[in-house]
């Protein structure tokens, strides 16, 4: 994602039980991972065999070019150094959060680990990527081709996180915000109470918002709290980064939204 979040590693993998394997010397050959296929890629399974995934779950991986992989499968986020050797994935210092799931799920981080810390043969070509080991293998594509980013004009965005700087939660229940950036330049937006609207220019990775026109209903309570934020986030420069159904606008006080696209049956 662009920002496309995952939590500090916090707990060694000397705590959960798995192994590491470390390069040695030799004639093998590797690759450095600022050149390799893989790196600043994020993958997404479309398929996988020795394992059954948890229903509505997928396995994402991300490469960094510093050699550090990123790992996710519905529970904790895992993580370590890699490299790949002679078509071969080693990991060293693999660690996960402490995160309590749900037993299928933390069940599937095991099987995942389990796979990582055994040597598995490594293939990435164009935007594909394959995972195989002796306890099974992911299939994988590229996040960019499964799942493309979003339009961030021409698409009704639908309010899901309130951000404050560091701190982000939910909206409040039952106040729904939604925003449309129109192709003719003309933002439509739905404040949780009042309704705005406004002109917008799109330069890059900012947007800047002209002045807000909005109805006058009085509003209260939680309404009132949305209608707050979303005017205060939508005013003048504001930045904005798309990770395939999601959108994140930051205004220049810190205050900011997520969005994600709204899905029609």
Same mark, same amino acid.
């Given at each position: 994602?662009? !920002?496309?979040?995952?939590?500090?590693?916090?707990?060694?993998?000397?705590?959960?039980?798995?192994?590491?394997? +470390?390069?040695?010397?030799?004639?093998?050959?590797?690759?450095?991972?600022?050149?390799?296929?893989?790196?600043?890629?994020?993958?997404?399974?479309?398929?996988?065999?020795?394992?059954?995934? $948890?229903?509505?779950?997928?396995?994402?991986?991300?490469? @960094?070019?510093?050699?550090?992989?990123?790992?996710?499968?519905?529970?904790?986020?895992?993580?370590?150094?890699?490299?790949? $050797?002679?078509?071969?994935?080693?990991?060293?210092?693999?660690?996960? &959060?402490?995160?309590?799931?749900?037993?299928?799920?933390? !069940?599937?981080?095991?099987?995942?680990? !389990?796979?990582?810390?055994?040597?598995?043969?490594?293939?990435? @070509?164009?935007?594909?990527?394959?995972?195989?080991?002796?306890?099974?293998?992911?299939?994988?594509?590229?996040?960019? &081709?499964? +799942?493309?980013?979003?339009?961030? /004009?021409?698409?009704?965005?639908?309010?899901?996180?309130?951000?404050?700087?560091? $701190? =982000?939660? &939910?909206?409040? +229940?039952?106040?729904?915000?939604?925003? #449309?950036?129109? !192709?003719?330049?003309?933002?439509?937006?739905? #404040?949780?109470?009042?309704?705005?609207?406004? +002109?917008?220019? $799109?330069?890059?990775?900012?947007?800047?918002?002209?002045?807000?026109?909005?109805?006058?209903?009085?509003?209260?309570?939680?309404?009132?709290?949305?209608?707050?934020?979303?005017?205060? /986030?939508? =005013?003048?420069?504001?930045?904005?980064?798309?990770?395939?159904?999601? #959108? &994140? #606008?930051?205004?220049?006080?810190?205050?900011?939204?997520?969005?994600?696209?709204?899905?029609?049956?």
């Amino acid at each position: 994602m662009n !920002s496309g979040r995952l939590l500090t590693f916090l707990v060694s993998c000397a705590l959960i039980g798995c192994g590491s394997s +470390q390069i040695t010397g030799g004639t093998t050959a590797s690759t450095s991972p600022s050149s390799s296929p893989e790196a600043g890629r994020t993958y997404l399974s479309t398929e996988v065999t020795g394992h059954e995934l $948890v229903a509505n779950t997928t396995i994402s991986i991300s490469f @960094d070019t510093r050699g550090t992989l990123s790992v996710q499968a519905g529970c904790n986020s895992i993580g370590g150094s890699y490299s790949v $050797v002679s078509g071969t994935l080693r990991v060293d210092a693999l660690s996960q &959060t402490e995160m309590g799931c749900a037993p299928e799920l933390m !069940s599937q981080d095991e099987w995942l680990v !389990s796979l990582l810390t055994t040597d598995p043969t490594f293939t990435a @070509d164009a935007d594909t990527l394959v995972i195989s080991g002796p306890t099974g293998s992911i299939t994988m594509l590229d996040k960019k &081709t499964a +799942q493309p980013d979003a339009s961030v /004009v021409g698409t009704r965005w639908l309010v899901d996180t309130i951000i404050q700087g560091d $701190v =982000a939660s &939910t909206p409040p +229940q039952g106040a729904v915000g939604s925003i #449309l950036f129109g !192709s003719d330049g003309a933002l439509a937006a739905s #404040l949780g109470c009042n309704t705005g609207s406004a +002109q917008f220019t $799109v330069v890059g990775d900012n947007i800047t918002i002209g002045a807000m026109a909005t109805t006058r209903m009085a509003c209260l309570g939680e309404a009132a709290e949305l209608e707050k934020h979303m005017l205060a /986030v939508l =005013a003048g420069a504001v930045q904005f980064a798309i990770d395939a159904d999601a #959108l &994140t #606008l930051t205004a220049e006080s810190g205050a900011g939204l997520g969005l994600r696209l709204e899905q029609h049956p």
